[in-house]
């Protein structure tokens, strides 16, 4: 198959996906993985659906998630915890950046 056929095919399959999310009225970050980002107050950031932690600093975390790549800047920042699918990072949250 050529490769502009098989880009267009992967269109119409999100058009289709898509189209299902929204008629059933499914969360989308549940179908489509995208990351959850839940901030409490200034001091606490929970994190869900990332894929791997790409720089950890004690001022920087940055993480890769499946549509885009995320920053937390603060200062004592640390991983309180982390799993496959989430993660609490504690500190004093400054931004939260989002990078495609």
């Given at each position: 198959?050529?490769?502009?056929k098989r880009a267009g095919?992967?269109?119409?399959?999100?058009?289709?996906?898509?189209?299902?999310?929204?008629?059933?009225?499914?969360?989308?970050?549940?179908?489509?993985?995208?990351?959850?980002?839940?901030?409490?107050?200034?001091?606490?950031?929970l994190v869900e659906n990332?894929?791997?932690?790409?720089?950890?600093?004690?001022?920087?975390?940055?993480?890769?998630?499946?549509?885009?790549?995320?920053?937390?800047?603060?200062?004592?920042?640390?991983?309180?915890?982390?799993?496959?699918?989430?993660?609490?990072?504690?500190?004093?949250?400054?931004?939260?950046?989002?990078?495609?």
């Amino acid at each position: 198959m050529e490769k502009g056929k098989r880009a267009g095919l992967g269109r119409v399959r999100e058009n289709v996906k898509s189209n299902i999310v929204e008629s059933l009225e499914l969360p989308k970050d549940i179908l489509y993985g995208a990351v959850i980002i839940t901030a409490v107050g200034r001091s606490q950031v929970l994190v869900e659906n990332y894929k791997g932690i790409i720089e950890y600093t004690s001022e920087k975390i940055r993480l890769q998630a499946k549509g885009c790549r995320v920053a937390i800047q603060g200062r004592h920042l640390v991983v309180e915890y982390y799993t496959n699918d989430e993660m609490k990072v504690t500190g004093s949250i400054q931004g939260i950046i989002y990078d495609s």
